[in-house]
Nanobody, 121 residues
Framework: QVQLVESGGGLVQAGGSLRLSCAAS????????MGWSRQVPGKERELVAR???????TYADSVKGRFTISMDNAKNMVYLQSSNLKPEDTAVYYC???????????????WGQGTQVTVSS
């Protein structure tokens, strides 16, 4: 079993910055990829950023140039550094990963419980 715990959410003013952290724990052999998604009530969850164990990153067009995803492989941590935040960034942000927990097993998807980010006008 893998657990993901997000932290760092909160209330910020437009134009401000925020750093989200996600810690993965459990019997982890490999995490690949890890990412951040967000969801607004009434809308579908959307991918914000993703990073592979090799460091390859992808971003949603809406956050490209403002958000940076990074990963600490040794600590099983993934981060999302956001800047120039906008009211439309307001959402619950979820950490997710695909994890291998046993040799010869299958990679399975895991999700954190989410952390609220609210950007005021």
């Amino acid at each position: 079993q893998v657990q993901l715990v997000e932290s760092g959410g909160g209330l910020v003013q437009a134009g401000g910055s925020l750093r989200l952290s996600c810690a993965a724990s459990g019997r982890i052999i490999s995490l690949n990829p890890m990412g951040w998604s967000r969801q607004v009530p009434g809308k579908e969850r959307e991918l914000v950023a993703r990073i592979t164990s090799g460091g390859s990153t992808t971003y949603a067009d809406s956050v490209k140039g403002r958000f940076t995803i990074s990963m600490d492989n040794a600590k099983n941590m993934v981060y999302l550094q956001s800047s120039n935040l906008k009211p439309e960034d307001t959402a619950v942000y979820y950490c997710n990963c695909n994890a291998l927990t046993s040799p010869g097993g299958l990679f399975r998807g895991y999700w954190g419980q989410g952390t609220q980010v609210t950007v005021s006008s």
